[in-house]
């Protein structure tokens, strides 16, 4: 593996957007059907997302469920996300493996405001848009939503609630 210690110095501020979650988060994920409303036809899953550096110039990361309740509703989003930071773009490239599926989506990612958002235009025109929201350094809030109508209205698809794990319990 090509892992890193650090990122990269020529591009510390860059890396450090998704830098700091580079340890191990206990999650919380709730998937929605297309008729739920966080309801009981949601399903839930526990499981960690771990991050770490590699190359020192892209991150890694490895959602891992360990616990599910309910439908299979989302099972989809179990896989690794590589992230690398494109200097001549200003934004990161975010390669999304689905472990189970063999699903394989290819987005941006950039700040927005105060949170990060990962998007993507699927195939059939649809958007697929990934948000790190309410972040401090001890937690944060995920959500994958979808649009079928070019953005004038958005699906919430999938939810996590992740909460940075203690150096004991690594």
């Known amino acids: 593996m090509l892992r890193a210690d650090a990122p990269h ?9 998704f830098g700091r979650f580079v340890c191990t988060w206990d999650m919380e994920v709730v ?12 399903s ?12 020192g110039q892209s991150r890694i990361f490895l959602f891992t469920r360990t616990q599910t309740t309910g439908s299979r509703t989302g099972y989809r989003r179990i896989g690794t996300t ?5 200097p001549g773009l200003g934004a990161w490239h975010v390669i999304w493996l689905g472990v189970v599926t063999g699903d394989l989506g290819v987005m941006i990612g950039r700040p927005v405001g105060d949170e990060i958002w ?9 958007l697929t848009r990934w948000m790190f929201t309410e972040i401090t350094p ?10 079928s109508d070019q953005g004038d209205s958005w699906r919430t ?3 996590m609630f992740a909460n940075r794990r203690s150096s004991k319990h690594r």
């Open 9 to 17: 110095p020529q591009y510390r501020d860059e890396l450090n957007l």
């Open 31 to 42: 998937c929605f059907t297309t008729r739920a409303v966080r309801s009981s036809t949601t």
């Open 82 to 86: 590589l992230r690398f930071y494109d």
């Open 44 to 55: 839930l899953a526990c499981g960690l997302f771990r991050g770490s550096w590699t190359g």
């Open 138 to 147: 001890d937690r944060f809030h995920w959500k994958g939503m979808t649009s």
């Open 118 to 126: 990962i998007e993507e235009k699927e195939s059939d025109g649809s």
């Open 157 to 159: 698809e999938q939810e």
